[in-house]
């Protein structure tokens, strides 16, 4: 069975930095892309960042682009996304998620999401 | 950006009844490229179709889609207790994915 476990969400401060963290289980991880969704308490579902099976295309959301950085360890089967400059509208729930298509040359649809980590960014 | 709009915002039905969500596009999105995906309360979503049409593993029979160009729908043929949900569109043709903002479907 597909696992997708976030962690390392949390309260942190406007400016300040956070990585978030996803462990993969259950498939062959190191063939498909993997995306990170977030969900503002409450609101719609917002792509922020992917990257490839083999880590060597990344794409962002406009929101994120120069603040944040995806990044995948293929032999750790584990996903992250470091954050800086965290803004109030950053806060939400991040979820990872599994694109359906195996080496896939771009983004397709999320056939398997984690329960998601929550970030604050208040002060 | 393609911009996917869904309505309506909530559908008010009764177990048994059959629901109608709309996404409409703000472009033109091939079928190929167009999801429907379920979430609860508490958990991440679920992707329930893809292509359009196409029934994700395990998803019953009883939902199903369909749709060209701008506007496609998801059909839920007869509602179950555990379809009430919040239910989203994504599009994945278009370089960037997008996401409608979701239809409620609760208990009347």
């Known amino acids: 069975e597909v696992y997708l476990v976030e962690s390392g969400g949390g309260l942190v401060q406007p400016g300040r930095s956070l990585t978030l963290s996803c462990a993969a289980s259950?498939?062959?991880?190191?063939?498909?892309?993997i995306h990170w969704v977030r969900q503002a308490p409450g609101m719609g579902l917002e792509w922020v960042s992917s990257?490839?099976?083999?880590?060597?295309?990344?794409d962002y959301a406009d929101s994120v682009k120069g603040r944040f950085t995806i990044s995948r360890d293929n032999a750790k089967n584990s996903l992250y996304l470091q954050m800086n400059s965290l803004r109030p509208e950053d806060t939400a729930f991040y979820y990872c998620?599994?694109?359906?298509?195996?080496?896939?040359?771009?983004?397709?649809?999320?056939?398997?999401w984690g329960q998601g980590t929550l970030v604050t960014v208040s002060s | 950006e393609i911009v996917l709009t869904q309505s309506p915002g909530t559908l008010s039905l009764s177990p048994g009844e059959r629901a109608t969500l709309s996404c409409r596009a703000s472009?033109?999105?091939?079928?190929?490229?167009l999801a429907w995906y379920q979430q609860k309360p508490g958990q991440g979503p679920r992707l329930l179709l893809y292509?359009?049409?196409s029934r994700a593993t395990g998803i019953p029979d009883r939902f199903s889609g369909s749709g060209s160009g701008t506007d496609f729908t998801l059909t839920i043929s007869r509602l179950e207790p555990e379809d009430f949900a919040v239910y989203y569109c994504?599009?994945?043709?278009?370089?960037?994915?997008?996401f409608g903002g979701g239809t409620k479907v609760e208990i009347k």
């Open positions: 998620a599994k694109d359906i298509v195996e080496y896939g040359s771009g983004s397709f649809c999320l056939d398997y």
């Open positions: 259950g498939f062959t991880f190191d063939h498909y892309a």
């Open positions: 990257i490839s099976w083999n880590g060597g295309i990344m």
């Open positions: 472009q033109s999105v091939s079928s190929t490229y």
């Open positions: 292509g359009a049409s």
């Open positions: 994504q599009q994945y043709g278009n370089s960037r994915l997008t």
